[in-house]
């Protein structure tokens, strides 16, 4: 999930001005099994099943050219999937789960690869191949794991870092930031399809509101680095300002009856986790438990999390 900086890992913006991000990854998976099964063909199960004897007939678009990338001659292979966090939510979903399927690919193929290669060529997919409009963020904290910031280059370079943060900072961050899950999920790819043309053309709105949001990222790490917690919980909620303005799908009326209704019961700052339109709203509060029960009445379900250190990784093998 984005802590600061969100949107500005388009390439169609970092190419052009640079990005930066702060990302987090968190304890909610995204889980691939990948075997040999007896009898030739491509089995596959996630939300649907499909039982196919080309990789060109496969339906879902992400497995289709995560397969291309393997050496399978004849095709023999059996994929399956589970996940703790529905699609569609901003969690990163479609991310996490390329880049977890890429990993267990190499190893049934039993090949190396490192968390950058990893990412790049989970990036490669969803962004050259299948020409999604979206950014880099999801793809590399997946295979990094931590509290990381993330540099984007106008070639296309991602410098990672680990944020410089302390124990007992991480700790409170990680305490104080609650979950809700809105109940809905939604599509990011026309919110930030509007983005990406946007910027394009060097819509000067879009490319003010993304250099702000470049900037609340940078101010945001140097919040945290320093142990000012409230200060960076304010900047969610400038942040969150900011990104209301980049598309009218953003958000609407329910998220934002939400919104206020956490901001009057204890949270200092929030946001909507992803693109928007739907999904889960995060919020850093100083009364839990007032906020808590302000959001269950509101008729919306905490979702806990702890941070996750790890990035993808082999279970078993």
Not at 1 to 20: A, V, W
Not at 98 to 121: C, F, K, M
Not at 135 to 155: E, N, P, S, W
Request: charged content about 25%; some cysteine; proline content about 3%.
């Amino acid at each position: 999930m984005t802590l600061g900086g969100g949107g500005t890992d388009l390439p169609s913006y970092y190419r052009q001005h640079g990005g930066f991000l702060l990302a987090a990854a968190i304890d909610k998976y995204v889980y691939v099994t990948v075997s040999t099964p007896f009898i030739s063909g491509i089995y596959l199960k996630y939300s649907k099943i499909e039982h196919v004897k080309e990789i060109e007939e496969i339906a879902h678009p992400i497995v289709r050219e995560a397969l291309k990338q393997f050496n399978l001659s004849p095709p023999r292979i059996e994929i399956t999937t589970l996940a703790d966090i529905p699609a569609g939510t901003g969690l990163g979903s479609s991310g996490s789960f390329t880049t977890a399927l890429l990993r267990a690919l190499h190893a049934h193929a039993r090949s190396i690869v490192d968390a950058r290669e990893l990412a790049e060529q989970a990036c490669h997919i969803e962004i050259e191949r299948l020409h999604e409009p979206v950014g880099k963020q999801d793809q590399y904290i997946a295979a990094f794991g931590g509290i990381t910031c993330l540099t984007f280059r106008g070639d296309d370079t991602v410098e990672v870092a680990p944020l410089a943060i302390d124990d007992e900072t991480r700790y409170s961050l990680e305490d104080n930031l609650l979950l809700f899950f809105t109940g809905f999920s939604r599509s990011a790819s026309s919110i930030l399809k509007d983005q990406d043309e946007k910027t394009k053309v060097n819509d000067a709105a879009m490319i003010d509101n993304l250099n702000e949001v470049k900037d609340i990222g940078l101010r945001s790490r140097i919040a945290l680095e320093s142990g000012d917690l409230p200060a960076f919980a304010k900047l969610m909620h400038e942040q969150w300002a900011n990104k209301r303005k980049r598309s009218g799908g953003t958000s609407n009326t329910q998220i934002d009856a939400w919104y206020d209704l956490a901001r009057n019961n204890g949270a200092v700052g929030g946001k909507l986790i992803g693109a928007g339109g739907g999904g889960f709203l995060m919020f850093y509060a100083e009364d839990k438990a007032r906020l808590r029960h302000a959001m269950r009445e509101g008729g919306l379900t905490e979702v806990r999390f702890r941070f996750d250190s790890d990035g993808s990784k082999i279970v078993a093998q």
